[in-house]
């Protein structure tokens, strides 16, 4: 089993910032792939972003290139999702996700272990 539990998220204004982490225990983080999706209500689970195991490449939606940066401490087994110029379109449950690989995918499907997420508002 591998657990994975975010934090980081809340309310801000359009135009802040928010720093999400996923902290993973369980299993040894440094050989999986991360990534983090996003889901709004009604709305299908989207991808955000990924990062290779070493954290030698990451990818991202278009959505959000050039606003939110991923990154990982695999001394401290957590990846963050730094946020800037936040949007209210960014408002949705975020959630981190490993990968059984040392290479990212950008599906959901991809991706074995979920956190239950952490929920992201912004106001207009």
């Known amino acids: 089993q591998v657990q994975l539990v975010e934090s980081g998220g809340g309310l801000v204004q359009t135009g802040g910032s928010l720093r999400l982490s996923c902290a993973a225990s369980?299993?040894?983080?440094?050989?999986?792939?991360m990534g983090w999706f996003r889901q709004e209500p009604g709305k299908e689970r989207e991808f955000v972003a990924a990062?290779?195991?070493?954290?030698?490449?990451?990818y991202y939606a278009d959505s959000v290139k050039g606003r939110f940066t991923i990154s990982r401490d695999n001394t401290k087994n957590t990846v963050y999702l730094q946020m800037n110029s936040l949007k209210a379109e960014d408002t949705a449950v975020y959630s981190c996700?490993?990968?059984?690989?040392?290479?990212?995918?950008?599906?959901?499907?991809?991706?074995?272990?979920w956190g239950q997420g952490t929920q992201v508002t912004v106001s207009s």
């Open positions: 996700a490993a990968r059984a690989s040392t290479w990212p995918g950008k599906t959901r499907y991809e991706y074995n272990y």
């Open positions: 369980g299993r040894t983080f440094s050989g999986f792939a």
């Open positions: 990062i290779s195991w070493n954290g030698g490449s990451t």
